[in-house]
């Protein structure tokens, strides 16, 4: 199929498109996961009809046992295959830490370049309807943690195209998808083969006079602060950085050093989060062309509270004031 | 599964025990159709894990457990906090996420608690259960208290590392700790049959070192039974016992879920037996209670539940100027963290 | 025993000295973990005597399940003790993360503070003899989840005081010893009791031209770069925080605000690491203050590597160097 | 484990292979001893293993396993690597962190791996080597290949989540997995008798619905026949076999760890059975090698083991200008990271 087929869809069915497209073109891709396999392919259905298309050899639905899913996926890209560790929500990837950063982000260097370790780990992260243990947002820990790439895309478009791309990557990576965003943007995509390069980031609305960074679910927040700063007169550049790691650093300077003045966004706690590295990074780069600190917008430093009236996370609002702190 | 008779009564369980598991066995069946009404109705917005098909298990629970003894359960909790005697009221308002709620809203229905009634610890990570009893087994031993821990899990639960690690400690030094393992053939969307080679998990806990026993969970009374003695041993210092109660899920994983992936054969024998109509039939026909005795505790356990519903629809909202409050003791840190 | 009864002791004895007295006086602390008990007393040898003393039962050598220990350490604090939770290599924390973020930081958040879940963590980083599986100093992991105390002591007085603290605090806590650290330095330490607190950094050498912060193994770091600077006539601040959550940014800001100048050196990562958050909140409050940018220098984006001839980790020529850029 | 006598020789193994079991006994147990002499005379800063103890059933599986089947071992790895016919040179090269070591001096000796002969990774966690096997099994099973793989560990091992969850996945999916725990009665310094209330760790395994059995560790042939039938097994897709070795650690967990604590008795009555020497009277009781053959094979081995010590001491550094390679297979983003 040429790329130039698209058709709309939303990041549920991007997903699994990436896999449909992915697992044809190569027949080492496996996928592993709790209930991935039909009759319900994933219980977010990223892996709709793949288990009928491609087997329950390639498409495996797991015993209840995250460290295994990690450490098959680790076994496998070690035995020539390439495999998909499908954890169901980005908490329980507390169970896969040791396969996937002790052990596969490292396994290339430990040997000297023999032993590349290729898996892929996605997950979801965003309700807050299951509470404090479904909820946490912890791209940060796996980018301290040198080899691993880390993707979180905000689009159908590019969760296909960063789903493609990390399954030929030469390198593990993590994958994050947003259940708040799964079902409900639609976009058009290419229906054939589609690939977003690592590290680079998109312009998703240009502007002369800030820059809010951000990624993931909190484009839109970034998106939202942006159009209501415009009726004040102030017009932001807001960039997805759409990969943690790589990080394209560049694309944020180039945008700083225009606009002087900078906010990062992202629904991670602030404290210790991604934001932290991004704004000390563009401080120690391009300090004197400030206007004023690299301000961040973060999750609130407490777990997720259940109550629907307790919001942790950014808004709008408060990615505007930050801003205005700034003028 | 198909035997449908169920054991005798033992004779210290007199005619109010009986009412009170009937009451539980019903009151969580109806909470379960509500707050699944409630979601469809977008009136709440919590994942709710329905109890029906383990009712029986939970009431015996409620019949053998004493208030001393702790309990630490999973997302799959109604049952088991109705066990401990927790209030419904600050249970169903923390389904709301209100202040009235056992954990004031913060937690939501897969953390209730309540230290009252030493309901302890809920989690929502499969298996994690299994090693927090074995850490509150050594605070009962070292307390010399003479309660027992009970933690209950699912079938599922015992493909996790956790649950193995906590069964090693626990069978190490005989933790006085029943370890209920809810048996109901299913782990979200796969069955029993296709996630492990060895589906006798009872015989698996045995190699353990440790006693262990498969228990019909359908059979009220033979679950008491099986509690009873495990219990007893565990308070008497002789140790752990795992028991497997065997019955099945006759709901879908969430109150909301689509579940016709069960075979239709499979779900139709299980419902023969679904725990709070068998026992229903099972009490009038042996004449423990009359229809008049029944139809009271359906009334009473109806208007508890409306009661309930009413209380947390009625609850008041968490305000955002506490959102800090129990991040530490001392919430100075995390709020200057955040400059609030 | 008065705390004016000293004695010269490593950071392995004052920990044991700090467990004694502890123990001594709180028969509801037990300790669980890994050869902590007779003979061998802990394979760093900081829990030595202390089963033999307090029995087997409140120190047990438990078997080789990390994600048990700290389980058992929650339910113990649940259950009314206090439980310390030795994990013999900071990597093997990959393994309790489940119990200790998912439950311990988050139980009394989520019960609306009906159980506070005092656990202690301990745990050992620094060698490079066992290559990339045994080195990796991932506090930033623990910082980053709300609800858990994260201490480095690098000093004798400083490990007892901060365990003793930890070990009458009302939530959970990380306290990290360093290898190097372990045995080669003595001082002075109060024989009885003994407690730091947490959130209170030390200014351990003073200076109005840079203020240098560090923790943990780094603080050599950061006084051999200030005594090298001082030979060039720049005199520097050097903070040793001590806790990193809470972290005394009060401490940090009062410097700054004199010296102007700002160089973060720590062993952990730099990318993503503790030194991006301390940066990006003294930007954020002193930005008008600063001569120049907070300049990090943390570990190398590299694991571990085995090879002597190959070192990660900060050189004071390294702090020099960056604090030589600000002027 | 007194008994001394060792079981007979099967007719395939010839001379060669007898002479290989005896070299590959021999060159463990005088490279454990060689790099504790290093260690102490600090000319080698690495933490070493000693293999000591488990020498018969490296040996049998280097006799049993081909260049096709997979291996995943751990920190205590010599034997395994010999097994393997990895070089000594790029094994001791890598002991002293060289650039000419199997890992390029970036592992260490926790981390050697030859890919040519399909040692495919070693790990230094307890137990994650269970759960690499279960991939690696996959991988085997999809392609069709016909080889097995081998995962080996020590007893303590079995106590952690890993282990069970990958005992899980190889029994559930019939992986082509020999599972060879090392049973040398201790974890560190802690007794199996100490950290278990089962120490029958093959009945434990049976329980996970798969094939198991129990094996004297300290009997070359034995070791040979039942890994033998597993490897068979496995390449045949009739699925994994845990094997547990008993034997005993006649040393101490690191090559310069103190073991007093091991009970004089026990390991006085594990001495007698010490792999090595008591091969070598086998070897000559039984008429397989004479004293003349034995002595070349000593000589030869001795002379392998000085040249690889030179070889590793007169080895390359890697340079710090290289400290990047291998973050990633693009060193770019790792070196710009860091400004370098
Ligand atoms: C570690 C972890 N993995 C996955 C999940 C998602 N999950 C929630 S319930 C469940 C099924 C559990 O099955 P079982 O233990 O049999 O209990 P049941 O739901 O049948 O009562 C799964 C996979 C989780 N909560 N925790
Ligand atoms: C997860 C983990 N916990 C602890 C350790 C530290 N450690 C290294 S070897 C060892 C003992 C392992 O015992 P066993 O599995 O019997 O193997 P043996 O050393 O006897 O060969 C321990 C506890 C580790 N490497 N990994
Ligand atoms: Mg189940
Ligand atoms: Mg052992």
Not at chain 1, 128 to 139: C, N, T, Y
Not at chain 2, 35 to 55: C, I, N
Not at chain 2, 249 to 266: I, M, N, Q
Not at chain 2, 293 to 306: D, G, N
């Amino acid at each position: 199929m040429p790329e130039t087929t698209v058709q709309s869809m939303t990041i549920a069915q991007a997903i699994n498109s990436g896999y449909h497209c992915a697992m044809e073109a190569d027949d080492k891709i496996v996928l592993l996961g709790e209930d991935v396999a039909e009759p319900i392919g994933g219980v977010f259905k990223t892996t709709k009809d793949l288990s009928t298309k491609f087997g329950t050899d390639r498409v495996r639905a797991t015993p209840i046992a995250e460290g295994a899913i990690a450490g098959s996926a680790v076994g496998l890209a070690l035995g020539g295959y390439r495999a998909v560790a499908e954890v169901m929500f980005f908490d329980f990837t507390t169970h896969v830490m040791d396969q996937i950063l002790n052990h596969a982000a490292k396994f290339r260097y430990m040997t000297g370049g023999a032993t590349p370790t290729p898996v892929l780990v996605t997950t979801v992260v965003g309700s807050s309807h299951f509470g404090a243990q479904h909820a946490q947002s912890v791209e940060s820990w796996f980018m301290h943690t040198p080899g691993i790439n880390v993707c979180f895309p905000s689009t159908p478009a590019d969760a296909k195209g960063l789903l493609m791309t990390c399954l030929e990557s030469p390198d593990p990576s993590l994958l994050i998808q947003h259940s708040g965003l799964l079902y409900s943007i639609k976009e058009e995509v290419p229906v054939g083969p589609h690939r977003v390069p690592l590290g680079k980031a998109k312009t998703v609305r240009t502007g002369d006079d800030v820059t809010i960074v951000s990624y993931g679910p909190a484009v839109r927040i970034a998106m939202a602060a942006a159009e209501s700063l415009a009726q004040d007169g102030i017009e932001a550049d807001v960039i997805d950085l759409r990969s943690l790691v790589p990080l394209d650093f560049p694309a944020v300077f180039e945008s700083v050093e225009r606009t002087g003045r900078c906010v990062i966004t992202h629904e991670a706690t602030q404290f210790a989060g991604p934001g932290a590295e991004i704004a000390a990074r563009i401080t120690e780069d391009l300090f004197s062309e400030l206007q004023g600190p690299v301000l961040r917008v973060g999750g609130l430093f407490t777990p997720q509270p259940f109550a629907k009236t307790l919001n942790r996370h950014p808004t709008s609002e408060r990615v505007v004031a930050k801003v205005k702190q700034l003028f | 599964m198909t035997d449908t008779t169920l054991t005798d009564r033992p004779p210290r369980l007199d005619v109010e025990a009986l009412e009170r598991m009937y009451s539980l066995m019903l009151g969580t069946a109806l909470a379960d159709q509500r707050a699944a009404a409630e979601s469809k109705a977008g009136r709440l917005m919590a994942a709710f894990y329905p109890v029906r098909g383990m009712e029986a298990v939970c009431a015996a629970l409620g019949e053998t457990m004493r208030t001393g003894d702790k309990m630490v359960s999973t997302y799959r909790n109604l049952g088991d906090a109705l066990a401990k005697r927790m209030p419904l009221r600050s249970i169903i308002a923390e389904l709301y996420g209100k202040a009235e709620g056992c954990s004031r809203g913060r937690g939501g229905p897969m953390h209730l608690q309540d230290q009252d009634v030493n309901f302890t610890a809920t989690t929502g990570i499969v298996g994690s259960g299994m090693q927090i009893a074995a850490g509150l087994g050594m605070a009962e031993q070292l307390s010399g208290d003479g309660n027992a821990v009970v933690v209950t899990f699912g079938d599922g639960a015992t493909s996790i590392g956790a649950f193995h690690e906590g069964m090693g400690f626990v069978a190490l030094w005989k933790l006085p700790v029943v370890i209920v393992c809810q048996n109901n053939q299913w782990g979200e969307h796969t069955s029993i049959k296709e996630y492990t080679a060895a589906p006798e998990l009872a015989q698996r806990a045995a190699s353990y070192g440790m006693r262990a026993e498969k228990v019909d969970g359908f059979d009220p009374m033979a679950c008491v039974a099986a509690l009873e003695t495990a219990l007893a041993r565990a308070r008497a210092g002789e140790g752990p016992t795992f028991l497997e109660f065997e019955h099945y899920r006759l709901t879908g994983h969430t109150g909301t879920a689509d579940f016709s992936y069960v075979p239709k054969d499979e779900l139709a024998a299980a419902m023969e037996r679904d725990p709070a109509p068998t026992f229903r039939k099972w009490l009038l026909a042996n004449g423990h209670l009359s229809e008049g005795q029944i139809a009271e505790v359906e009334t009473r356990v109806r208007a508890e539940l409306e009661d309930a519903f009413q209380f947390a629809q009625n609850g008041t909202d968490p305000v955002q100027a506490d959102i800090y409050e129990g991040v530490f003791e001392n919430d100075e840190f995390a709020r200057s963290v955040d400059g609030a």
